[in-house]
């Protein structure tokens, strides 16, 4: 299954990533006082130290957006996360 994201600036100006399946549309997923900054497709693959790697590509074209240079990084925290 293909994943698809967007990365969110919040009121406060933190910068959240949502993964969600490529079966809901970019422009269905909202978060309440905060704006899509970029977005795209997500490739997971495992890492030699047990890490995931994102790789982000392409665009929104519901929202009109792309990937950005710190996508990856973002993608990368949140699904390494160990909260």
């Known amino acids: 299954m293909k994943l698809k994201y967007i990365v969110f600036n ?3 100006g933190l910068l959240v990533p949502v993964i969600f399946p ?3 549309q970019h422009n269905s997923i909202t978060i309440t006082d905060a704006t ?10 495992g890492g030699d130290s047990g890490k995931v790697i ?9 929202l009109g957006l792309h ?3 710190d996508d990856r990084f973002l993608l ?7 909260l």
């Open 54 to 62: 994102a790789v982000p590509s392409g665009e929104s074209t519901s």
């Open 36 to 45: 899509p900054v970029s977005a795209g497709f997500v490739r997971v693959l």
């Open 10 to 12: 919040t009121d406060d």
């Open 22 to 24: 490529e079966v809901l």
């Open 76 to 82: 990368e925290l949140v699904l390494n996360s160990k």
């Open 67 to 69: 990937t950005a240079p």
